[in-house]
């Protein structure tokens, strides 16, 4: 499975920016996707998942940010409303399937304040 992440970029606060993960096969063949974010000494922490028709935000970004998925585009996307400067980071796309776990190379998310 080959992830491709865009979407990233700088944004002043209160801004939106939408992410896009593209998958390289049908995504209805993966178990879920969710999308990470990391910072500088920091470990990689969970964002948003989706897993058929289930979602989970992480508690700092609900209300703020959706994540949704393009059945006919293989391509799951994370909308980022009301960005923060603490939204800086770098953002991965991730999915499951079966036994097997998949990255993305990240897109970097700068909020300015």
């Known amino acids: 499975v080959q992830l491709q992440a865009s979407g990233g970029g700088l944004v002043q606060a209160g801004g939106s920016l939408r992410l896009s993960c593209a998958a390289s096969?049908?995504?209805?063949?993966?178990?879920?996707v969710g999308w990470y974010r990391q910072t500088p000494g920091k470990q990689r922490e969970l964002v948003a998942y989706i897993s058929g028709g289930s979602t989970n935000y992480e508690d700092s970004v609900k209300g703020r940010f959706t994540i949704s998925r393009d059945n006919a585009k293989d391509t799951v996307y994370l909308q980022m409303n009301s960005l923060k400067p603490e939204d800086t980071a770098v953002y991965y796309c991730?999915?499951?399937?079966?036994?097997?776990?998949?990255w993305g190379k990240g897109t970097l998310v700068t909020v300015s304040s």
């Open positions: 096969l049908s995504i209805f063949s993966l178990n879920a």
């Open positions: 991730n999915a499951r399937r079966g036994w097997g776990s998949y």
